[in-house]
C-alpha cells in the first residue's frame, strides 16, 4: 500500500512539473496573453489533469477551471482560496501553499502563484490520501491490540510457572494457555507476512489451473479438522469446466481459508458444499455452509484487516483480508452473503475467475 502511494505522489509530482513547465513555455511564447482562456482543443487535455487548475484574474475571479477544478470547488473551498488569492501581497511574482481540512478523511491543497496580469491555482485533493493514513493508523492500532492480548495472557502464564510449589493441574494449564497464546501471536505473524509479500509482489505468477483438482486438494487438506468437528464436506462441479489463469499456490490459500472458515466457525453437523459452475468465458466458485452465519451489523466489514465478528473462536482477522486481496490480483472480488435468521443460517462465499 506504501508502495503504492509512493508512486502515486510521484505521478502527481511529475504531472505537476509538466504543468508548469508547459506554462512557463506558454509564458515565454505569448508572453502578453499568459492568462487567456486555454483553447477547445487544450481543454480537454486539461480537463483530463489529475490536478485541479484554475486560472484567477487580476480582481481573483476565475476565468478558466479546468473539470477536476470544477469538482473540488465547491462553496467553503472556494470563498476559502478566492480569500487567500485576495490577501496575497501586492509585490509579483509570489506564491501560497496551503493545505485545507474539511474533515477528518477530507482535505484539499491549493497553490497559487500570484503574477501581475492575475493567478495560476494547483488544487490537489488529498482526501484519498487521508483515507489511507486513517486505514493504516487504524490498522496499527488494531494490530497493537491484537498482539497486547496474547502477550499479556502468556506474561501472565509465565508468572504463575515461577510460583513456588505450583500444584501440577495450574502448572500445565498455564502452560497449555502460554503455548494456545503463543501459537495465536505466530499466526497472526504469520498472515501479516503472507499479506505484506503479497502486497510487495509485483506480478503474480499465472498458469492454467485445473479449479476441480484445486478444490478437491484444498478439501483433501481440511477434511480431517471437519471430520473431528463432524462437518461434512461436498464437491460439485459442472461437466468440462474450462480452466483458469491464475497462481495455483494463492489460488489454493483462497479455497483454504474459506474452508477453514466453513469448518472453523461451523457446528457438529453443519455442511460445505464447493460448488464449481461454469459461466460464459468463466468459472464461478460458491463455497456455502449451514454454519450460524454472520451477523448483519458486522457483514459490511468482513474482510478488512483484522475486523473479526466471533471473538469466542481462535483466528487473525486476517483470513479473509488475504483472501480479498489475492483475488484482487486476479481481477477478481469476493462476494459474500450471509443469514442469521430462522432455520437456513449459513454463509455463501463467492468469486469468479475468466475461463481460458
Ligand atoms: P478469522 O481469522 O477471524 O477467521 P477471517 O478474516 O477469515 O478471520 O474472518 C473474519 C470474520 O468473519 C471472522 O472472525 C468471523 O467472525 C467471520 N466469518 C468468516 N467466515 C465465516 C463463516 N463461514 N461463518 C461464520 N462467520 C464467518
Known amino acids: 500500500m506504501i508502495v503504492f502511494d509512493l508512486k502515486l505522489a510521484l505521478f502527481v509530482l511529475l504531472l505537476l512539473l509538466a504543468a508548469l513547465i508547459w506554462l512557463a513555455g506558454t509564458a515565454v511564447s505569448h508572453r502578453r496573453h499568459i492568462f487567456s482562456l486555454p483553447t477547445s482543443s487544450s481543454n480537454q487535455t486539461l480537463d483530463a489533469a489529475p490536478v485541479g487548475l484554475l486560472l484567477l484574474n487580476r480582481q481573483t475571479a476565475v476565468t478558466y477551471a479546468n473539470a477536476p477544478a470544477q469538482r473540488l470547488l465547491t462553496g467553503e473551498i472556494r470563498a476559502e482560496l478566492l480569500r487567500d488569492a485576495q490577501s496575497l501581497p501586492a509585490e509579483r511574482p509570489t506564491s501560497h501553499y496551503r493545505v485545507f481540512n474539511l474533515a477528518a478523511d477530507r482535505a484539499i491543497s491549493w497553490w497559487i502563484y500570484a503574477l501581475e ?39 501472565a502464564h509465565l508468572e504463575v510457572l515461577r510460583t513456588p510449589d505450583l500444584p501440577d493441574a495450574v502448572h500445565d494449564n498455564s502452560l497449555r494457555l502460554i503455548h494456545q497464546e503463543t501459537n495465536r501471536i505466530a499466526r497472526l505473524v504469520q498472515a501479516l507476512l503472507d499479506l505484506g509479500r503479497l502486497e510487495t509482489t509485483a506480478e503474480l505468477e499465472r498458469r ?77 466458485v460458491v463455497i456455502q455452509d449451514s454454519g450460524p452465519g454472520i451477523p448483519a451489523e458486522h457483514l459490511p466489514h468482513i474482510g478488512k484487516r483484522l475486523y473479526r465478528a466471533s471473538a469466542d473462536v481462535a483466528g487473525s482477522g486476517l483470513g479473509l483480508a488475504l483472501v480479498g486481496e489475492i483475488l484482487r490480483r486476479h481481477q477478481s472480488e469476493l462476494i459474500i452473503e450471509s443469514n442469521t435468521e430462522g432455520e437456513e443460517t449459513g454463509t455463501a462465499v463467492r468469486f469468479t475467475l475468466p475461463a481460458i
Open 208 to 284: 492454467p489451473v485445473d479449479l476441480l483438482l484445486l478444490a478437491e486438494e484444498a478439501i483433501a487438506d481440511v477434511i480431517l479438522e471437519a471430520e473431528t468437528r463432524q462437518i461434512a464436506i461436498t464437491l460439485q462441479a459442472d461437466t468440462g469446466l474450462a480452466r483458469v489463469l491464475a497462481d495455483p499456490d494463492k489460488l489454493k490459500q483462497v479455497f483454504l481459508n474459506l474452508l477453514d472458515n466453513g469448518v472453523k466457525y461451523g457446528r457438529p453437523h453443519d455442511k460445505i458444499v464447493v460448488n464449481l459452475q461454469k459461466q460464459p468465458g468463466a468459472v464461478s
Open 117 to 155: 496580469r492575475g493567478s495560476l491555482v494547483l488544487l490537489t485533493d488529498l482526501s484519498r490520501q487521508r483515507q489511507i493514513e486513517h486505514a493504516s493508523q487504524l490498522f496499527l492500532s488494531n494490530l497493537s491490540h491484537e498482539l497486547r492480548t496474547p502477550l499479556t495472557a502468556v506474561l
